[in-house]
């Protein structure tokens, strides 16, 4: 539950408070902490300890918990180490959870100069889609470059978006990556269509790639980490659809 509070201490300096997160500007006063801890902390803390007003809060956390695992960081200071048994009623999906099996190139464009290389999903800080193109007998400028990507939203509506040549970094000779980092959690079900483009000609076949096709013959602390992860997806796109 991601709540936003704003108050103002005594010399009206803004302060906000997000759930895990505190941000201030040149504070100097001891009694705006004594009055968050004993007014705004349980208000927006209650889901510690009542039932979450945000059923994706859990999830969230558990998500967390499995990264910290897979990275081996901080494993002794879990993000659901402290959840309440109302939590964790919340977490009985994760076994059940499927992934998508998305992956092909089409065949609509012959003899396409760009070839695709190879795609994977980051679970970095920032989960992302990454696709490796090869230049191939592309002999234009690498300037000219475009990535087209488009998928349906978490409300069933077509987005695109275009990312441009200094948005890609080389792998290698001739190969490329281009980095995709802005699904939302409610849409890593959804399948991503790339195609690159030279201005507005196309340069490459059109590769479709969904980010649950990440988690097919994962074993081990990463198989549980992209099960929370689309446990926690499947529960943001049912919750705020």
């Given at each position: ?20 997160k ?11 902490t ?10 927006l803390?209650?889901?510690?300890r009542e039932?979450?007003?945000d059923?994706?809060?859990?999830r ?9 695992i ?5 494993t ?9 048994e109302?939590h964790?009623?919340?977490l009985s ?7 998508g ?23 970095e800080?920032?989960?992302a ?8 007998s ?38 490329y ?6 699904l ?18 196309p ?5 479709q ?5 990440y988690g097919?013959?994962?074993?081990g602390?990463l198989?549980?980490l992209?099960k929370?992860l ?12």
């Amino acid at each position: 539950m991601d709540k936003l509070a704003v108050i103002y201490n005594i010399s009206f300096t803004a302060f906000y408070k997000v759930t895990g997160k505190t941000a201030c500007c040149n504070s100097s006063f001891n009694l705006f902490t004594k009055f968050f801890d004993l007014y705004f902390a349980p208000v927006l803390y209650k889901e510690l300890r009542e039932e979450p007003q945000d059923p994706n809060a859990p999830r969230r956390r558990r998500r967390k918990s499995k990264a910290q695992i897979f990275k081996n960081y901080r494993t002794d200071a879990l993000a659901d180490g402290n959840m309440t048994e109302t939590h964790k009623a919340y977490l009985s999906d994760m076994e059940a959870v499927t992934f998508g099996n998305t992956n092909r190139v089409l065949n609509d464009l012959d003899n396409a100069p760009i070839t695709w290389a190879g795609k994977s999903l980051n679970l970095e800080s920032k989960v992302a889609l990454k696709f490796v193109f090869n230049i191939g007998s592309f002999t234009g400028k690498l300037s000219d470059l475009r990535l087209r990507v488009s998928y349906l939203d978490a409300y069933g509506n077509e987005k695109t978006e275009i990312l441009t040549e200094s948005q890609a970094y080389g792998q290698g000779t001739g190969a490329y990556v281009f980095t995709v980092d802005t699904l939302l959690a409610a849409e890593l079900r959804t399948v991503v269509s790339v195609q690159i483009y030279a201005g507005q000609t196309p340069v490459s076949a059109t590769l479709q790639y969904s980010p649950d096709t990440y988690g097919n013959n994962k074993t081990g602390t990463l198989l549980d980490l992209c099960k929370a992860l689309f446990a926690y997806s499947d529960s943001a796109k049912a919750f705020f659809a």
